[in-house]
Protein backbone atom coordinates (compact mmCIF):
# COMPACT_ATOMS: atom_id res chain seq x y z
CA UNK A 1 0.00 0.00 0.00
CA UNK A 2 1.54 3.44 -1.03
CA UNK A 3 -1.46 5.57 -1.80
CA UNK A 4 -4.49 4.76 0.94
CA UNK A 5 -7.60 6.61 0.48
CA UNK A 6 -9.85 6.41 4.03
CA UNK A 7 -13.26 7.79 3.27
CA UNK A 8 -15.75 8.14 6.35
CA UNK A 9 -17.85 10.57 7.74
CA UNK A 10 -17.82 13.52 10.52
CA UNK A 11 -16.69 11.78 14.00
CA UNK A 12 -15.85 8.47 12.11
CA UNK A 13 -12.04 8.23 13.40
CA UNK A 14 -10.80 8.92 9.89
CA UNK A 15 -7.96 11.65 11.52
CA UNK A 16 -6.80 8.62 14.37
CA UNK A 17 -7.01 5.85 11.97
CA UNK A 18 -4.97 7.81 8.88
CA UNK A 19 -2.46 9.11 11.62
CA UNK A 20 -2.20 5.39 12.78
CA UNK A 21 -1.68 4.12 9.51
CA UNK A 22 1.21 6.77 8.55
CA UNK A 23 2.97 5.92 11.78
CA UNK A 24 2.70 2.38 11.07
CA UNK A 25 4.15 2.39 7.67
CA UNK A 26 5.92 5.71 7.24
CA UNK A 27 3.81 7.73 4.51
CA UNK A 28 2.33 11.14 4.72
CA UNK A 29 -0.95 12.05 5.44
CA UNK A 30 -3.32 14.68 4.26
CA UNK A 31 -6.31 16.22 5.83
CA UNK A 32 -8.67 16.75 3.14
CA UNK A 33 -10.33 19.47 4.66
CA UNK A 34 -7.17 21.37 5.27
CA UNK A 35 -7.25 21.51 1.49
CA UNK A 36 -10.91 22.31 1.13
CA UNK A 37 -10.00 24.99 3.33
CA UNK A 38 -6.30 26.08 2.84
CA UNK A 39 -4.77 28.07 5.72
CA UNK A 40 -3.66 31.79 4.05
CA UNK A 41 -1.84 34.72 6.67
CA UNK A 42 -5.34 36.07 6.06
CA UNK A 43 -7.13 33.08 7.63
CA UNK A 44 -8.71 30.19 6.14
CA UNK A 45 -9.97 29.94 2.55
CA UNK A 46 -12.27 27.86 0.88
CA UNK A 47 -10.23 26.40 -2.46
CA UNK A 48 -12.40 26.03 -5.37
CA UNK A 49 -12.18 22.26 -7.03
CA UNK A 50 -10.30 22.41 -9.67
CA UNK A 51 -8.13 24.10 -6.98
CA UNK A 52 -8.15 21.47 -4.86
CA UNK A 53 -7.80 19.13 -7.44
CA UNK A 54 -4.82 21.03 -8.52
CA UNK A 55 -3.32 20.58 -4.67
CA UNK A 56 -4.26 16.24 -4.69
CA UNK A 57 -2.36 15.92 -7.99
CA UNK A 58 0.89 18.02 -6.63
CA UNK A 59 1.00 15.79 -3.58
CA UNK A 60 0.49 12.89 -5.61
CA UNK A 61 3.54 13.64 -8.19
CA UNK A 62 5.24 13.26 -4.75
CA UNK A 63 4.88 9.46 -4.58
CA UNK A 64 3.19 7.33 -1.41
CA UNK A 65 0.80 9.45 0.81
CA UNK A 66 -2.18 8.36 2.41
CA UNK A 67 -5.78 11.05 2.43
CA UNK A 68 -8.58 11.40 5.00
CA UNK A 69 -11.63 12.71 4.28
CA UNK A 70 -15.51 13.07 3.96
CA UNK A 71 -17.12 12.02 0.57
CA UNK A 72 -17.12 15.45 -1.82
CA UNK A 73 -16.86 15.06 -6.05
CA UNK A 74 -13.60 17.01 -5.74
CA UNK A 75 -12.17 13.82 -3.92
CA UNK A 76 -13.29 11.46 -5.92
CA UNK A 77 -9.98 11.53 -8.61
CA UNK A 78 -8.09 9.91 -5.46
CA UNK A 79 -10.55 7.09 -5.35
CA UNK A 80 -8.44 6.23 -8.74
CA UNK A 81 -5.23 7.05 -7.88
CA UNK A 82 -5.20 5.40 -4.68
CA UNK A 83 -4.45 1.86 -4.21
CA UNK A 84 -6.61 1.09 -1.10
CA UNK A 85 -9.44 2.89 -0.24
CA UNK A 86 -10.98 2.47 3.39
CA UNK A 87 -14.17 3.01 4.20
CA UNK A 88 -14.39 3.76 8.13
CA UNK A 89 -18.12 3.07 8.91
CA UNK A 90 -18.14 3.64 12.42
CA UNK A 91 -21.56 2.96 14.08
CA UNK A 92 -24.02 5.40 14.40
CA UNK A 93 -24.22 5.72 18.03
CA UNK A 94 -20.37 6.25 18.10
CA UNK A 95 -20.55 8.97 15.70
CA UNK A 96 -22.90 10.67 17.67
CA UNK A 97 -21.17 10.39 20.52
CA UNK A 98 -17.84 11.74 19.14
CA UNK A 99 -19.14 14.50 17.41
CA UNK A 100 -21.03 16.36 21.12
CA UNK A 101 -17.35 14.66 22.73
CA UNK A 102 -15.10 16.48 20.47
CA UNK A 103 -17.60 19.66 20.73
CA UNK A 104 -17.05 19.36 24.96
CA UNK A 105 -13.05 18.88 24.47
CA UNK A 106 -12.49 21.73 21.57
CA UNK A 107 -14.19 24.38 24.09
CA UNK A 108 -12.54 23.33 26.77
CA UNK A 109 -9.03 23.86 24.87
CA UNK A 110 -8.26 20.00 25.55
CA UNK A 111 -8.41 19.48 21.09
CA UNK A 112 -7.62 21.52 18.76
CA UNK A 113 -9.50 22.41 15.82
CA UNK A 114 -9.23 24.24 12.25
CA UNK A 115 -12.50 25.51 12.20
CA UNK A 116 -14.76 27.80 15.01
CA UNK A 117 -16.40 25.04 17.33
CA UNK A 118 -19.37 26.39 18.09
CA UNK A 119 -22.91 25.53 18.23
CA UNK A 120 -23.75 26.37 14.86
CA UNK A 121 -20.54 23.64 13.89
CA UNK A 122 -22.13 21.38 16.31
CA UNK A 123 -25.63 21.35 14.73
CA UNK A 124 -23.58 21.21 11.17
CA UNK A 125 -21.66 18.39 11.91
CA UNK A 126 -25.32 16.42 13.41
CA UNK A 127 -26.61 17.47 9.93
CA UNK A 128 -23.76 16.33 7.53
CA UNK A 129 -23.89 12.81 9.89
CA UNK A 130 -27.37 12.90 9.14
CA UNK A 131 -26.82 13.69 5.16
CA UNK A 132 -24.50 10.91 4.83
CA UNK A 133 -27.11 8.48 5.99
CA UNK A 134 -30.39 9.46 4.11
CA UNK A 135 -27.22 9.36 1.16
CA UNK A 136 -25.43 6.10 2.19
CA UNK A 137 -27.28 4.05 -0.48
CA UNK A 138 -25.47 6.04 -3.13
CA UNK A 139 -22.60 6.74 -1.81
CA UNK A 140 -21.91 2.21 -1.46
CA UNK A 141 -23.29 2.36 -5.24
CA UNK A 142 -20.42 4.81 -5.81
CA UNK A 143 -17.85 2.26 -4.25
CA UNK A 144 -18.84 -0.36 -5.66
CA UNK A 145 -16.30 -0.23 -8.84
CA UNK A 146 -13.51 -0.29 -6.21
CA UNK A 147 -14.47 -3.46 -4.66
CA UNK A 148 -11.09 -4.92 -5.34
CA UNK A 149 -9.53 -2.13 -3.51
CA UNK A 150 -11.64 -1.54 -0.60
CA UNK A 151 -11.49 -2.32 3.22
CA UNK A 152 -14.18 -1.38 5.06
CA UNK A 153 -13.25 -1.34 8.48
CA UNK A 154 -15.96 -0.55 11.41
CA UNK A 155 -13.34 -0.12 14.27
CA UNK A 156 -9.77 0.88 14.26
CA UNK A 157 -8.55 -2.36 16.57
CA UNK A 158 -9.16 -3.78 13.27
CA UNK A 159 -6.04 -1.98 11.69
CA UNK A 160 -3.94 -5.13 12.04
CA UNK A 161 -6.06 -6.33 8.92
CA UNK A 162 -4.25 -3.91 7.00
CA UNK A 163 -0.28 -4.80 5.99
CA UNK A 164 2.05 -2.96 4.51
Given at each position: ???I??????????????K??S?KI?????????I?????????N????DEQ???I??????????????DR???????????????????L?????R?F?????????????H????VQ?L??M???R??F????????K???????K???L???????????
Amino acid sequence: MKKILILGIVASGKTTLAKEISQKINIPWYELDTIVHHETPHGRNKLTPDEQIAVIEDIDRLGAWIFEGTDRESYRCLWDMADTIIFFDTPLWRRKTRIFLRFIKQNLGIEKCHYTSDVQMLRMMYKWRKDFERNRVEFEKRLQPYHHKLIILTDNKKLELIHP
